[in-house]
């Protein structure tokens, strides 16, 4: 069940990230959450916010989410990492759950090592190299909001 804490962690990340609505779905349960039209007037045409939809898992669930995994780029030997859940993603600046700073742009990371975080929920998914690599880009931006299959980061393997 959805509890206030996260309803309220979830209302914040709209808000952050100018979306206008929101519908989670649990069950036979439906939250739907609209911005104020004041403020959904209030932003640009060209920069409205889309419509987010997302399907709440039960704890058990969550754990059995696919892991991230690396899709190469078509034209060369990069490795593109995606969003291994939809939820805020966190990359440099920032720090994993154990307090380590994540790596930036240029850095050398090994096989395992987490790279960045999503959280969904209060619930974080590690994103981890796949092998020893260079970061070559960070897709996103720290905190923003992202999609299941979304890219994080490309890694050029060494």
């Given amino acids: 069940m959805l509890d206030l804490d996260s309803l309220i962690s979830i209302l914040e990340a709209c808000k952050k990230n100018k979306i206008a609505e929101l519908i989670v779905r649990k069950d036979s349960v439906e939250i ?82 987490v790279i960045g975080l999503v959280e969904a929920m209060k619930m974080f998914k590690e994103v981890t190299a796949p092998q020893k690599a260079k970061i070559v880009k960070i897709k996103v931006e720290n905190e923003q909001l992202v999609k299941i299959g979304d890219a994080l980061f490309e890694l050029e393997p060494l």
């Avoid at 045409?45 to 995994?69: K, L, R």
């Fill in 32 to 113: 739907r959450t609209v911005a104020p039209a004041g403020a959904a007037a209030a932003m640009p045409a060209a920069a409205a916010a889309p419509q987010v939809s997302m399907q709440v898992a039960d704890e058990d669930e969550a754990d059995e989410a696919p892991a991230a995994a690396p899709a190469a780029a078509p034209a060369s030997n990069a490795i593109v990492l995606t969003a291994p859940t939809p939820g805020v993603a966190y990359v440099y600046p920032g720090t994993t759950i154990d307090k380590e700073p994540l790596p930036n742009v240029g850095d050398v990371v090994w096989a395992g090592q």
